[in-house]
């Protein structure tokens, strides 16, 4: 079982950035990492993906060039920094793994341990 939490939540203007975290309790996040949002009323979209080991990641057109995600050096954390965000990027903000290398990043990979969320909000 891996205890996955997020952090770096809050509400900012648009234009702003925020650095989301996410945290393996007790473990290491070997297997790649993905963030998904739900925003209200919606259903939960994949964000971003970083894999196992390697240079894969993905991004969803709406975040393209703005937001980065990346792993520190001990491999229990990943980041999620989100530049020049927008009142559409409103949401809560889940990371993910799984018990299976993700060798290549897309919108289509299944994950098994999921976090509790963070809110995001945007508004001026």
């Known amino acids: 079982q891996v205890h996955l939490v997020e952090s770096g939540g809050g509400s900012v203007q648009p234009g702003g950035s925020l650095r989301l975290s996410c945290e393996a309790v007790?473990?290491?996040?070997?297997?790649?990492v993905g963030w998904f949002r739900q925003a209200p009323g919606k259903g939960r979209e994949p964000v971003s993906c970083?894999?196992?080991?390697?240079?894969?990641?993905y991004y969803a057109d709406s975040v393209q060039g703005r937001f980065t995600i990346s792993r520190d050096s001990t491999g229990t954390a990943v980041y999620l920094q989100m530049n020049n965000l927008k009142p559409e990027d409103t949401a809560v903000y889940y990371c993910a793994t799984r018990n299976v290398i993700i060798k290549n990043c897309d919108a289509h990979i299944e994950y098994d341990y999921w976090g509790q969320g963070t809110q995001v909000t945007v508004s001026s």
């Open positions: 007790g473990s290491r996040l070997e297997y790649g």
């Open positions: 970083i894999a196992s080991y390697g240079d894969s990641t």
